[in-house]
């Protein structure tokens, strides 16, 4: 007898730019839908990065925001990608709005959860990737509130640790309120250039304090990474004999094995 799909729900999160956040949102979507696992990704910072990047354009009355105003059901924002296994719920301008918006109402933690839950009722995914915005407002927190763990993806430079313990007290927040099963899904370095002194320093003082939650595989600085969201392709899939492609391929492997769905 088959055993029933779990869909596990994970949000990547770093209130701080620029730390290839988006990048390993929709490589990983991508290395993952590449092992015969169905993904979601749901893009939720209004830059729409993740959708650019997945090929789609930013449409308006397609995303989110419209199910959390109640005037769609989350059936209707969930959009194909040209790829196999690989779905998204993209992002538009008007969820720039939503922490303004939504922010004074009661149920402002539970929104995001409760706009998914057919989603992860209907088992249709192996994982929902939830692109949060790079801060720590409501979008974010609700989101936390919703997943089943936070991936933190960081690079290895000097204020590391400061960004790090801001998000983990975040999500300490999050599971003793809104969350108690929250879980720490681990911590991927990024852009990190191996002959630095200071990022081997750095990658060393973090796993130091965080242990196993740390992914072996670390993502390199990768021309071919960098280029690939103008093409609207995933450097898996453009050119999977790169490093960049390589790297996110095995973490895709590391995260299967700490986050199973199956």
């Not at 409501?138 to 993806?153: E, H, K, Q």
Request: proline content about 5%; hydrophobic content about 45%; overall charge negative.
């Amino acid at each position: 007898m088959e055993t029933a799909r779990k869909t596990r729900t994970v949000a990547i999160a770093n209130q701080k730019g620029g730390v290839g956040k988006t990048t390993s949102v929709v490589n990983l979507a991508a290395a993952l839908s590449a092992r015969r696992r169905t993904v979601l990704v749901v893009d939720l910072d209004p830059q729409a990065h993740a959708t650019l990047a997945l090929g789609l354009e930013k449409t308006p009355g397609v995303s989110l925001y419209r199910v959390l105003t109640g005037e769609k059901p989350v059936e209707d924002v969930i959009q194909a990608t040209r790829w196999d296994n690989l779905n998204i719920i993209p992002s538009e301008v008007d969820l720039a709005g939503a922490e303004l918006e939504f922010g004074a109402k009661e149920d402002r933690l539970s929104m995001i959860a409760a706009a998914l839950r057919p989603v992860k009722e209907s088992g249709a995914f192996d994982y929902i990737l939830i692109d949060c915005p790079p801060s720590l407002g409501i979008v974010m927190t609700a989101a936390l509130a919703a997943c089943d763990g936070v991936l933190i993806p960081i690079q290895a430079e000097f204020l590391a640790m400061d960004g790090l313990a801001l998000i983990t007290n975040s999500i300490d927040r999050i599971r003793a309120g809104a969350n108690p099963a929250l879980e720490l899904s681990g911590i991927v370095f990024t852009m990190v250039n191996s002959q630095a002194r200071l990022s081997q320093e750095v990658m060393e003082e973090v796993r130091g304090h965080f242990g196993d939650k740390v992914y072996e595989t670390a993502i390199p600085r990768n021309v071919r990474v960098s280029e690939a969201p103008s093409m609207g392709t995933p450097v898996v899939f453009l050119d999977p004999r790169s490093k960049g492609a390589e790297a996110y391929k095995a973490f895709a492997w590391e995260f299967m094995a700490k986050n199973p769905s199956r």
